[in-house]
């Protein structure tokens, strides 16, 4: 019988996962152990198995990889996956036969389990496999061994997890299996990112797979120490070697010869893509940094906007997590992701537009209280899915903190204008000059919801004697008078003078500072720590030094008092401070010095050290000790039905993308509450993902963040922004430094050998032995949800049945000291995933269920 084998090559990739995702035209009928089975013509046999729920073991193969053993791996691959082909004499491996029609597989039988151990004992001959044979091996911890082996022949920290244990587990470990004889291989965890212990690696070669044929990158070759063939990096060091820490070799590796000690093993995903997932509104940050560094902008706009509306505003204001989280920091610094948001938005053509669709009117109404970045977001999300909203705001212009919080040099007008209009063009209704007294007029006005999004527009008192004189006032009064163009007006309750000292050391204060110089005063920042201390991120600060605000450190305000006989307004007295010990910030404590105190004359004291929301005293909602409303954080809901809230007033002084997130969680359940499904969200740009070949790119590795830029110094005494963002060619420069870290949390997990786990239901427990031992419940993902030892193990399974709607599955195992074996289990557990799980213990049981 003639056999067509699988071209190795780029195009392959996703071989495996083409039995059940790729459409044929032409499927073909097989037998796997009896049983007739349909595939695509053309898959491998090792691929329609599995798609089939037959396991059959493999190392060098992976769903995401074309088969390594076409590379040479382990001189012909692993040979774990043989099978036997009726009509064919011989054994074949099923990842590089293609089925045919009428083709009859055995996956087991005798030889084929004789061979399969033969393979393994082979592998296992160049890995250290002592704790795979020790009796004693679970629950382990492999720092001391009781049998005296020594450490180079003992499994790695990834024993629980580790693919090559599961197989060989499955395929049973032969005693002929030849001892472990270390060689010294190098050992390397002084280099970015990844951790390289090549003394594990078993030559699968699907690290080189995937670097070389599907990532393009090509760093790694084979090597061979004292007979023994192994895959290294081409150059001393990854730098070298041209490495873009793709982290895909990684995460294919069966053993724990390379891992990434960046990640968090309790939280993988976020941890593999922390831009993503750190992003309140989870804009999927990736996609649109990779599409700027084409210079596709539009489309860049579109991955935004499938989260958000306001994708100018952001791309100016967003204090960034994502770029606090970015994984190229562990590399040199973070990519420049808000400043790409930014460009991508000043170059919105609209393409998103045609994908976006909104709903036909349903008749429902729903208010919200406040029109900035939280009531917006509502807003936006309930017009799109057909219902009637009204907004009102008691001041004249939409935009909330983000209008008036936030100086124009920063976020102009005009781009708060220009998003706000995408809102308003869905047909919502904004009625300025507003306030809403009593949430109770809205509903005899046939409103069925309403959203509370106010802002945090009370500033905190400095708490010192004089705070509340004339020409003292609090940061958002400050602003918001700024704003609306009333200070240095006839009436005005703000005269700038000639000297403005604003307290705090925030980026709140770095505004005011900021902002008070655009008035021509000399300006003093004054903060009672060190520059080292301040929470006001480092741009800002810059900013302050360019503009020639005066920063002055370890001093803080004593009291304030009328100056009748000096030109200025103000007397404040100081005192000077020193740093103590660490309080619940953990920054330094200040310590004022005794005997230090001295006065100064000044015009306008500003104090930025705190915001609040004001009191909601006619809304009818539960607030906590700082006059936050309470909230389910699921929706948003308050303690009064029908009636929700997000943003300041919820989260207290609060980012802008926070705010937009939970404008999200509210839209998305006040349109359940409306009748609508809650889905909210949108494809705006279909037909576009990461290409998986990155390529070479000599230098990558050492290109240094790029900045955006800035006016001049000199000329930023008026409100101009002052900040241009990027040319192009810097942005596409900078946004081509991404590590697409996007990619290696998309490639699958390795199908590992089936579990002997039952569903949790009446006729499976009734055959559960009465002996004492202990179980594990699953959820439908086959996650472990608890871990308990029992003394029987019948009554103690039939006790959870219809107990918990996540429990669906059950194993279990006799284990005479079961309070020892359930310690044991709970262990390897905690070494796999960082945390305890969700039943373990009685009080987290009764939690559970």
């Avoid at 990834?158 to 499955?170: G, Q």
């Avoid at 919502?428 to 527009?457: H, M, N, P, W």
């Avoid at 370890?554 to 009291?559: D, E, M, N, V």
Wanted: charged share 25%; hydrophobic share 35%; glycine share 10%.
């Amino acid at each position: 019988m003639e056999t067509a084998t699988i071209e190795a090559t780029p195009q392959t990739v996703k071989w495996w996962k083409a039995a059940t995702a790729a459409p044929s035209s032409v499927m073909v009928k097989i037998t796997l152990d009896g049983r007739q089975v349909e595939a695509p013509a053309g898959v491998s046999l090792l691929s329609a198995a599995a798609a089939a729920g037959v396991y059959i073991p493999s190392l060098c193969a992976h769903p995401d990889l074309p088969p390594a053993c076409q590379r040479g791996a382990g001189d012909g691959g692993c040979n774990l996956c043989v099978v036997e082909i009726a009509g064919s004499p011989g054994m074949h491996t099923s990842c590089s036969i293609a089925v045919e029609d009428g083709m009859s597989v055995t996956t087991k039988s005798p030889a084929i389990d004789k061979l399969r151990q033969e393979r393994i004992a082979k592998t296992l001959g160049n890995h250290p496999h002592n704790c795979l044979t020790c009796p004693q091996r679970e629950g382990c911890s492999r720092t001391t061994c009781s049998f005296g082996n020594p450490v180079e022949q003992r499994c790695c920290s990834l024993f629980h997890t580790c693919e090559l244990r599961k197989v060989a587990d499955f395929v049973g470990i032969p005693a002929t299996t030849p001892n472990y004889k270390p060689i010294q291989l190098p050992v390397i965890k002084d280099e970015p990112f990844y951790d390289r212990d090549y003394n594990l690696c078993i030559d699968c070669r699907r690290c080189l797979v995937a670097c070389n044929d599907v990532r393009g990158v090509g760093c790694l070759e084979v090597k061979e120490t004292e007979g023994r063939k192994w895959v290294g990096t081409i150059a001393p060091t990854l730098i070298e070697s041209g490495c873009k820490f793709c982290s895909a070799c990684v995460t294919v590796c069966p053993t724990g010869a390379l891992l990434d000690r960046t990640l968090d093993v309790a939280a993988k995903e976020a941890s593999q893509v922390p831009c993503k997932h750190t992003c309140p509104a989870g804009i999927d940050v990736p996609r649109y940094v990779q599409l700027v560094g084409l210079g596709r902008y539009a489309e860049a706009v579109a991955v935004v906007r499938e989260k958000l509306p306001f994708p100018g505003i952001l791309g100016r204001a967003c204090f960034s997590p994502c770029e606090s989280a970015c994984r190229r920091k562990y590399l040199d610094e973070p990519v420049s992701i808000r400043s790409l948001k930014r460009i991508a938005a000043d170059n919105d053509t609209g393409l998103w537009r045609p994908y976006s669709k909104q709903s036909p009117p349903t008749g429902k109404k729903a208010a919200v209280i406040g029109a900035g970045p939280a009531g917006l977001t509502a807003a936006y999300y309930l017009a799109k899915k057909g219902h009637g909203v009204t907004i009102f705001d008691a001041l004249p212009a939409a935009g909330g903190m983000a209008r008036y919080g936030i100086p124009s040099y920063r976020v102009p007008l005009d781009v708060i204008d220009q998003e706000v209009a995408e809102v308003t063009a869905l047909g919502v209704d904004i009625r300025y000059d507003t306030r809403i007294e009593k949430i109770d007029d809205l509903f005899t006005q046939g409103f069925e919801a309403a959203f509370i999004s106010i802002g945090c527009q009370g500033g905190d008192k400095l708490g010192i004697p004089g705070d509340n004189l004339p020409n003292v006032v609090d940061s958002p009064t400050f602003l918001r008078a700024s704003t609306l163009g009333l200070i240095g007006t006839p009436g005005s309750d703000i005269v700038i003078g000639k000297k403005v000292v604003v307290i705090g050391g925030g980026n709140v204060a770095t505004d005011n500072a900021r902002s008070s110089r655009r008035f021509g005063a000399a300006v003093d920042m004054v903060y009672r720590r060190t520059r080292e201390e301040m929470p006001a991120r480092e741009d800002e600060v810059q900013g302050c030094l360019e503009e020639g605000v005066n920063m002055r450190f370890l001093l803080a305000p004593k009291k304030i008092e009328l100056n009748d006989s000096g030109a200025s307004r103000l007397r404040i007295t100081y005192a000077k401070m020193e740093l103590g010990e660490p309080d619940a910030s953990g920054r330094r404590r200040p310590v004022e010095i005794p005997g230090s105190e001295f006065t100064e004359d000044v015009d306008l004291v500003i104090a930025a050290v705190g915001q609040h929301p004001k009191k909601y005293e006619g809304f009818g909602v539960q607030t906590d000790g700082k006059g936050r409303i309470v909230v389910r954080e699921d929706s948003m809901l308050t303690s009064r039905p029908g009636v929700y809230a997000g943003g300041d007033c919820v989260l207290g002084p609060s980012t802008l993308i926070e705010s937009v997130a939970q404008g999200r969680i509210a839209a998305s359940a006040i349109d359940r509450q409306l009748g609508g499904d809650g889905d909210i969200e949108e494809t705006l740009l279909p037909d576009w993902d990461t290409d998986p070949h990155i390529g070479r790119d000599e230098g990558f590795n050492q290109v240094k963040r790029l900045h955006p830029i800035f006016i001049a110094p000199e000329k930023r005494a008026n409100w101009d922004e002052v900040e241009l963002g990027f040319d192009e060619k810097t942005a596409q420069a900078e946004a081509l430094r991404c590590l697409k870290c996007n990619l290696a949390a998309k490639i699958d997990d390795m199908v590992l050998p089936p579990e002997s786990w039952l569903e949790l239901d009446e006729a499976n427990v009734a055959g559960v032995t009465t002996e004492s031992g202990v179980y594990q419940l699953l959820d439908a993902d086959k996650k472990i949800l608890a871990i308990k030892g029992v003394e029987n193990l019948r009554e103690g399974l039939q006790g959870m049945i219809g107990k918990s709607d996540e429990a669906k599955y059950f194993v279990f195992e006799e284990a005479p000291f079961f309070s020892q074996r359930e310690n044991q289990l709970v262990q390897a557990y905690m070494e796999q995933y960082g945390s305890m799980p969700k039943g373990v213990g009685a009080d987290e049981m009764d939690d559970l269920f």
